[in-house]
C-alpha cells in the first residue's frame, strides 16, 4: 500500500542550529502539506504545496521556517535557528489535489526536541 | 471559539464498552474526517464522510450536517483502541483540525 515517507523519524537538536526533514509523498499526489503538531493538541498547517508552487503558507514563521518542494514530488522544511518553542511533531501529509473532500495521507511524522 | 471543538478531551472505559466521541465545527464543510495517532505515532485516517453513517469493524461514524455535529463511535472497545482521536473538517482547501480526544482503555 503506497505511504507518505518522512525522515528522520526523532531528531534532538540544540537551539540555533539547523534542522531539515524530509518528506515523499504518495506517487501522484500533487498536493503536499506540512503539519506542526504541540504535544497534545491538534496539527497545524504550516505550508501547503501544489505541485512545486505554496498555495498556503500564512502560518509559517518566515523568519526560520522554510520549505521547498522543487520539482514537486518531494519536499524539505527546514528551521534555521531552532528555538525551544520548536519541539514538536512535524507531519507531512500529501492528497490527489487541494479540493474539498479529498482525503489526506498522513505520514509517520519527525519528532523534533530542542535542547 | 476554535472552529471545530471535541469531547471529552480525555476518556477512560474498561475494556468491552461502548464509546462515543463528539465533534462540533462551525463553518461551512465539505467533508469531515476522523483519525487516530497512536502514541508516538502518525495520523492514520478512518473515515471521511459527507453525509450520514459509515461502519469499519468496531468503529462507526456519523454526520449530521444541518446540526454541525458528528460522533464516532467505538463497540466492544479494545485497550489497541487506546489513542487519540481527532477530529478534522474539509472547509475550502484547508483542513482544520480539533484539538483531540485522548482516549484509554483499560483490560
Known amino acids: 500500500e503506497a505511504e507518505v515517507a518522512q525522515s528522520p523519524r526523532y531528531k534532538i537538536t540544540e537551539k540555533s542550529q539547523a534542522v531539515a526533514f524530509w518528506c515523499d509523498p504518495i506517487s501522484g499526489h500533487a498536493t503536499l502539506y506540512w503539519y506542526r503538531q504541540i504535544l497534545g493538541q491538534g496539527p497545524e498547517l504550516l505550508v501547503q504545496?501544489?505541485?512545486?508552487?505554496?498555495?498556503?503558507d500564512s502560518q509559517l514563521p518566515k523568519d526560520r521556517f522554510s520549505a521547498e518542494r522543487l520539482k514537486g514530488v518531494d519536499s524539505t522544511l527546514k528551521i534555521q535557528p531552532a528555538e525551544l518553542g520548536d519541539s514538536a511533531m512535524y507531519l507531512c501529509?500529501?492528497?490527489?489535489?487541494?479540493?474539498?473532500?479529498?482525503?489526506?495521507?498522513f505520514g509517520p511524522g519527525t519528532r523534533l526536541t530542542v535542547l | 471559539k476554535n472552529e471545530v471543538e471535541q469531547s471529552p478531551q480525555n476518556l477512560t472505559a474498561q475494556e468491552g464498552e461502548f464509546i462515543t466521541i463528539n465533534c462540533s465545527y462551525s463553518v461551512g464543510i465539505s467533508a469531515l474526517h476522523w483519525l487516530q495517532q497512536h502514541p508516538g505515532g502518525g495520523i492514520v485516517s478512518l473515515f471521511m464522510l459527507s453525509s450520514g453513517k459509515k461502519k469499519h469493524g468496531r468503529l462507526i461514524a456519523t454526520i449530521n450536517i444541518q446540526e454541525k455535529h458528528s460522533s464516532l463511535h467505538i463497540t466492544a472497545s479494545h485497550p489497541r483502541d487506546s489513542a487519540v482521536y481527532i477530529c478534522?473538517?474539509?472547509?475550502?482547501?484547508?483542513?482544520?483540525f480539533g484539538g483531540g480526544t485522548r482516549v484509554l482503555v483499560k483490560p
Open positions: 504545496f501544489q505541485d512545486e508552487s505554496v498555495v498556503d
Open positions: 478534522a473538517v474539509n472547509a475550502g482547501n484547508k483542513l482544520t
Open positions: 501529509a500529501s492528497s490527489l489535489n487541494w479540493r474539498g473532500g479529498q482525503g489526506q495521507f
